[in-house]
């Protein structure tokens, strides 16, 4: 029992520890890449996060990526790992450490999210999920299946409910990465950011965007 106790707290100090490092580094990172995440949020080792993305309140971000200029609301949790349900035990602590048997997780299945894509509050997205450039996900939606660019979707299981523009207008976009400019080209575009998106027409829209210096 105190092996076993004993055992129990050097595991806790070095998750600790380890934590802390990992902490550090995205912390570096974030400063670096003009990143805001709320205080309290769990990061996980092999998290990315792109440039500008915004999380506004606590989240638990597993092993996932996470594109430039993502707005979410908090509270967003992503999974990119299972328990695996066809053994008499399901927890693995449990199983590794007591038992001594195999671990009871599934392998990893990234979760990868596009760029400016908007992500309301409690959102949950489970593993393999892939969100496309410039989707929204409604507050409160438990995310199964891929997300196609700017679609909107929503509910548990989240479901398809519109595209965000006329899918003409989708086409017009595809390919064009704004996201990878630098501020002062974003500047110089300004216009580009001011179009409404829903009412253009689709050849006026393709004119301007390779005009775009």
């Not at 990061?43 to 594109?67: H, M, Q």
């Not at 760029?115 to 489970?126: A, E, K, R």
Request: overall charge positive; hydrophobic content about 45%.
């Amino acid at each position: 029992m105190l092996r076993r106790t004993v055992a129990q707290f050097l595991r806790a100090v070095r998750y600790r520890n380890r934590r802390r490092l990992v902490n550090l580094r995205h912390r570096i990172r974030f400063y670096r890449d003009d990143i805001v995440v709320a205080p309290g949020t769990h990061v996980a080792k092999g998290v990315v996060i792109g440039r500008g993305t915004r999380i506004s309140e606590p989240s638990y971000l597993e092993p996932c990526t996470i594109g430039s200029y993502v707005a979410i609301g908090g509270r967003l949790t992503v999974r990119s790992g299972n328990h695996l349900m066809q053994f008499l035990n399901i927890e693995n602590d449990l199983q590794v450490r007591t038992i001594g048997a195999p671990s009871v997780l599934g392998s990893r299945q990234m979760v990868n999210i596009g760029n400016s894509v908007w992500i309301g509050d409690s959102v949950i997205i489970l593993p393999g999920v892939q969100v496309g450039d410039g989707a929204v996900i409604g507050a409160g939606s438990v995310v199964t299946r891929d997300v196609p660019a700017y679609a909107l979707v929503g509910g548990a299981p989240a479901r398809f409910i519109r595209w965000r523009f006329p899918e003409p207008v989708i086409a017009v976009l595809a390919g064009f990465d704004w996201w990878n400019w630098d501020d002062a080209r974003l500047r110089r575009n300004r216009a580009l950011f001011e179009i409404d998106l829903t009412t253009v027409d689709p050849h006026d829209l393709a004119a301007r965007l390779r005009e775009a210096t």
